[in-house]
């Protein structure tokens, strides 16, 4: 059963678990248990499964460890420590794994010391060996490996790839098969993707090697719904939940934060002047504080700011950026920077809003909506070292989207709503690899393989009949794949129903193509012959033909694309259809988007009263926001405009269809005001976007947002009774097949399928140590795609694609809830022609058009359009 603890233990009840020399080495260097360590150190002592939420500085990890080190420093004295591996760490990043070995290896050698004074040379009489500790990831040496075979350490630290290697090396499970703990730290960066999925399986195969009972531990900052975390940690057996204490300390940090606007006018003030005062305040901070964190949402915004800072304020040296772009080097030296207190302000994109330990920080500024709540706390948490200390926190809005976006985000921070995360289910590329590892190791009987899987949380409804297909297809029975070069993997018996290890070579094939991670390379443009430049493979798969998009400052129009080869023609047209940031953008999560759907809601419906109370009322709702008077005033006239425009306005309750004119094209737009976020809104404007195509007979435009999607439908016309029409008849469709058809032939599907292929090792990334381009992975996909595609609709690693792309990359099932309720009126809609774009679809209009080297006209566009409405209203 699954149990939230709401009342710590004593200090006295939690100090009284740990081994007296461990018990003295806390106390002498720490004042106090912070609040998870007060729930923490008892279960962990009574091999409690635990799951441990708390926020950066709240000493998570010593919760963690503490227990785990006191019960092997107890073996120690017995004389019955054993060179072996006891409890197993792992962290999804390189560089906290070697964190926690810098900051457990103090602790380890100080509490033998503390024995070694006391005793003295009992010590050797007694046999007290020395708690060890060893960091195995792929940057361990040869060298290092070799001595951990001999000498394997009592604590071992590594990451969820080593540990699917390390299951699988014969010599070196033997020394996991006393194993006692496992901590799996980072826990909300993991259980919402594929490299968590693995992980689940290695959990449940390695405590399926282990004699003991494994008590497991999961460590995160920001995790919700905790339930389902818990589920993700510990598993199942014979179909029902295994027992989970939860520890939920994550709001016992205190955090201030504030959402701004540089400017009082974020319209009419001249795109430079707004530059020059977002540039102000980041001096400001910096100079008033010692350290200060800013985070971008791109890693070229992370290079544009620090350029600026640089330029304007003539700093040097003290100021630096991080990002994944950079090499590992770069990277680990402003982190070793930042924890000396050596740098006034390091700028990222995401790569430091985990657990990596930066020192103190005395604020983080946001530069931009970070598009969910939870992101939100996990960057402003950084700010403040110790959990006693408020996290500060500064977020500038830079339109007015942001700033109600923003304003609303920290306002759900302070009343503790999270966003959720999602398990990926039953993903049998990932499941692939895991048939092909256990059958290394021993002959497997195939229920029993299938009842083993289903104990991992994201395969505990795998469906037998898939199960089964995905045996077949590694064995080599899909007839027609070994003329394309795909063998076998396994053998399989259907008789006898068991299956194994097939050829000299599997065991080098598993341990050179395992992980989740793909590869990925920029893609080359071509102009005819004349290379153009490059652009990144997560951008081209948003491409279809006849897309416009700018690449040095020029627009070109895409073709068609051959392996890691984009073929565009130079485009006679005036704007891209496509920002050249799109792929980079963080999508707005649902229950964000939701929350702000809310808060227009109240909002609107306080600005429409009559009488005395609107006055009161209205001051109530923005005085409740962190807002500065700038973003107050910004907010304010941006919904009274559009209420005295287009008379309503849209909520997570009623979708708002405009159809208006583009000025500049001289087309009808058709904008879904749909605030559902990116992903729910990339299925739900495929899905119109195919139903209103066969309406009027045209191939439709399509510009999607977090905000909602525009269709360009040239000089056609769309009527309120095609609307209930195309409502009803999705709502009733089956959209899932209609979607599949729709991205059967894109270059998502194309790409998607590599990656898919292989992880499901139907494509091999290095054979016998060489590596496979992905260009040449690229190529023989398409091949292999073609060809299921003709044998299987069902074929393992074609529906593991479709399943990818519809429920992870979009989201398939919510944008199936919401037509239901938009078919039952749950969600209202209604249809308004306007003779030029209302105010709230101003900035997804304007995304089509923008553009980063034309950032200046795409503000004048905007004052355009705001030019427009105002004239209409007046």
Same mark, same amino acid.
């Given at each position: ?586 999508? +707005? $999560?649902?229950?964000? @988007? %939701? =929350? &702000? !759907?809310?808060?227009? *809601? ?81 299925? +739900? $404007?495929?899905?119109? @976007? %195919? =139903? &209103? !195509?066969?309406?009027? *007979? ?82 023989? $996909? ?93």
């Amino acid at each position: 059963m699954i149990e939230h603890l709401e009342k710590p233990f004593s200090d006295q009840e939690s100090l009284n678990v740990l081994n007296r020399y461990v018990r003295g080495w806390f106390t002498t260097n720490f004042r106090e248990l912070t609040p998870p360590q007060r729930f923490a150190f008892k279960l962990i002592s009574s091999r409690q499964d635990t799951l441990i939420t708390a926020p950066t500085g709240s000493g998570k990890t010593m919760s963690g460890f503490l227990s785990i080190i006191s019960r092997l420093f107890d073996y120690s004295l017995e004389g019955k420590l054993e060179g072996k591996v006891y409890c197993i760490y792992i962290s999804p990043l390189r560089s906290l794994n070697n964190d926690i070995y810098r900051n457990l290896t103090r602790p380890l050698n100080e509490v033998y010391d503390a024995i070694v004074k006391e005793l003295g040379i009992d010590v050797i009489k007694r046999n007290i060996q020395k708690v060890s500790i060893g960091v195995r990831t792929g940057d361990t040496t040869q060298q290092e490996r070799r001595k951990q075979l001999l000498h394997p350490p009592n604590i071992l630290v590594t990451t969820p790839e080593s540990l699917a290697i390390m299951i699988n090396s014969k010599k070196f499970a033997e020394h996991l098969k006393g194993l006692e703990f496992i901590i799996i730290d980072e826990l909300h960066e993991l259980a919402g993707n594929k490299r968590g999925v693995h992980l689940s399986l290695s959990v449940e195969r390695l405590c399926e090697m282990v004699s003991n009972n494994v008590t497991r531990i999961g460590l995160g900052a920001t995790l919700s719904p905790l339930d389902e975390a818990a589920r993700f940690l510990v598993g199942n057996r014979n179909g029902k939940e295994n027992g989970c204490k939860i520890v939920d300390a994550s709001w016992q940090k205190g955090f201030v934060a504030q959402t701004i606007s540089p400017v009082k006018d974020l319209i009419y003030t001249e795109n430079e002047a707004i530059e020059d005062s977002l540039y102000k305040v980041l001096d400001g901070a910096i100079q008033k504080n010692r350290t200060t964190l800013i985070f971008t949402n791109t890693r070229s915004g992370t290079e544009r700011v620090i350029f600026n800072l640089k330029k304007r304020f003539k700093y040097g040296e003290e100021i630096a950026a991080h990002h994944s772009s950079l090499s590992r080097e770069s990277r680990m030296e402003v982190e070793e920077l930042l924890k000396k207190g050596s740098l006034k302000c390091a700028v990222t994109s995401t790569s430091l809003e985990l657990g990596v330990d930066i020192g103190t920080i005395d604020e983080v500024i946001q530069l931009g909506s970070p598009k969910s709540v939870t992101r939100a706390l996990q960057r402003i948490g950084r700010a403040g070292h110790s959990y006693k200390e408020l996290a500060k926190g500064l977020v500038v809005g830079l339109d007015r989207d942001d700033l109600v976006e923003c304003s609303v985000m920290l306002d759900a921070a302070k009343k503790r709503h999270l966003d959720s995360f999602s398990v990926p289910r039953n993903a049998l590329d990932v499941l692939a690899q895991h048939i092909i590892g256990m059958s290394l190791s021993q002959k497997w009987n195939v229920d029993d393989a299938y009842n083993l899987v289903r104990r991992a949380y994201p395969y505990s409804t795998l469906d037998r009949h898939d199960f089964n297909a995905l045996i077949e297809y590694l064995a080599g029975n899909y007839v027609g794949l070994e003329s394309r070069r795909v063998y076998g993997k396994i053998w399989y018996d259907e008789k006898e129903k068991m299956f194994g290890k097939r050829g000299a070579l599997a065991q080098v094939i598993y341990m050179l193509n395992l992980g989740t991670i793909p590869d990925e390379v920029a893609v080359a443009v071509f102009s005819g012959k004349k290379w153009v430049g490059n652009i990144e493979e997560e951008f081209l798969i948003r491409l279809k033909p006849g897309d416009i998009f700018t690449l040095g400052g020029k627009l070109y129009k895409f073709e068609y694309a051959k392996g890691m080869k984009c073929h565009v023609s130079e485009a006679h047209a005036t704007e891209p259809t496509i920002p050249p940031w799109y792929s980079e953008q963080l999508p +707005l $999560s649902y229950e964000l @988007a %939701i =929350e &702000i !759907g809310k808060f227009r *809601d109240r909002f609107a419906s306080a600005l429409s009263k009559k009488g005395k109370g609107k006055e009161a009322e209205v001051d109530a709702l923005l005085s409740g926001m962190p807002i500065d008077p700038n973003a107050r005033v910004a907010i304010l006239d941006y919904f009274n405009e559009q209420l005295a425009y287009a008379k309503v306005v849209p909520n997570d309750r009623f979708i708002l269809v405009e159809q208006t004119h583009d000025f500049e094209k001289g087309t009808t737009l058709i904008v879904f005001h749909a605030l559902y976020g990116r992903r729910v809104n990339d299925t +739900l $404007s495929r899905a119109f @976007a %195919i =139903e &209103i !195509g066969e309406m009027l *007979d045209i191939d439709v435009g399509m510009m999607v947002s977090d905000n909602g999607f525009v269709f360009d439908i040239g000089g056609k016309v769309f009527t309120r009774q095609q609307l209930v029409s195309a409502v009803n008849d999705l709502a009733s469709a089956n959209i899932t097949n209609m979607l599949k058809q729709n991205i059967r032939k894109t270059e998502m599907m194309k790409r998607r399928f590599r990656h898919v292929a292989a992880r499901g090792f139907m494509i091999l990334r290095n054979y016998k140590g060489y590596k496979k381009s992905v260009g040449k992975q690229q190529l023989n $996909s398409q091949i292999l795609l073609k060809a299921v595609e003709e044998m299987d609709q069902n074929f393992p690693i074609l529906k593991e694609t479709y399943r990818e792309i519809l429920n992870d990359l979009m989201d398939l099932p919510r944008a199936q809830d919401v037509l239901s309720k938009m078919r039952r009126k749950e969600i209202d809609y209604l249809l308004i022609n306007t003779d030029v774009p209302s105010p709230f679809s101003h900035k997804m209009i304007a995304f089509g058009h923008a553009d980063v080297v034309m950032m200046k006209s795409r503000h004048m566009y905007l004052q355009r359009l705001h030019k427009s409405v105002m004239k209409q209203i007046s």
